[in-house]
């Protein structure tokens, strides 16, 4: 009983990792139907940001700049081209990755680097160090503050409305196209976070973001195409499952055990825990 109490909180703080790395996914995959491989390369894009900057509360909103100025570059420059082509957008952000993975290690070098966290940060409460709990606020001010844009906001209602029919959409006045822009740049800026948080957590490489780019596939599906309450009920789950999981066993077992678990929910509940509300006739 010990042991399960005492993996309680690094659960939770591996779950607010997973949903700050999949809220910009539930923006750009769930609501637009882009497979974004490049994701992972805007995290990797935000830590690197964080790196040059040797700043923590200077590199969020950097990073979410940064990170979001390269998702809306590679929205107006190609995915646009390819919308209702998923797998061609798979193929496409697959590509850009591996541009991108090169570029870093053109630019910083292969090896690992390290950003050192604020003295304010050292130590914690119990087992959960300060830096975890700052995540987990991270998290729930991301997830905050995507739910007020989305419900409290003319450009938010209109990205809702975009996303439960386009077409309908866009006779009633609203620019898809510039909906697209927006949405793509938001769920960019979002990775950007994530990837500024993993630094209080372990290096920052060029690879960083494909160590978490199949896990926040996992929490988008597994909560529901574009269903942010899903996306946090699914980390919280995902993230649990994680760590009790590499307590009694080990981390490649663990990994194994949640896309087991993730693979048969589904069988259960295609849809994913919340399913999407339309008002379309097809």
Not at 158 to 164: F, K, N, P
């Amino acid at each position: 009983m010990t042991a399960v109490v005492n993996q309680l909180p690094i659960g939770l703080s591996i779950a607010a990792v997973l949903l700050l790395v999949a809220l910009g996914l539930t923006v750009t995959f769930g609501q637009m139907g882009v497979i974004n491989m490049a994701h992972g390369e805007f995290i990797m894009a935000g830590a690197y940001t964080a790196f040059l900057l040797q700043d923590l509360l200077l590199a969020l909103p950097a990073a979410f700049l940064v990170a979001g100025l390269m998702g809306l570059a590679l929205e107006r420059g190609a995915i646009r081209h390819f919308y209702g082509r998923p797998l061609d957008t798979l193929l496409l952000t697959w590509g850009v990755s591996l541009v991108l993975q090169q570029l870093a290690r053109d630019l910083f070098g292969a090896p690992n680097v390290q950003v050192p966290a604020p003295s304010w940060l050292s130590g914690g409460v119990g087992i959960l160090p300060y830096n975890r709990l700052f995540i987990m606020a991270l998290a729930v001010a991301g997830v905050a503050g995507i739910w007020l844009y989305l419900t409290r906001t003319r450009l938010g209602r209109r990205t809702q409305a975009v996303v439960q029919n386009r077409r309908l959409a866009a006779t009633s006045g609203i620019d898809p196209g510039r909906v697209d822009m927006l949405t793509f740049f938001i769920g960019s800026g979002l990775a950007g976070l994530a990837g500024v948080a993993l630094t209080l957590i372990g290096p920052v490489g060029p690879a960083l973001g494909t160590y978490y780019i199949v896990d926040a596939f996992l929490v988008v599906v597994a909560g529901g195409l574009g269903q942010l309450r899903g996306a946090v009920l699914a980390a919280v789950g995902l993230g649990l499952i994680n760590s009790y999981a590499e307590f009694w066993s080990d981390a490649s077992l663990a990994k194994v055990l949640v896309l087991v678990a993730v693979i048969g929910f589904l069988q259960v509940r295609p849809q994913g825990l919340v399913a999407l509300r339309s008002r379309a006739l097809t």
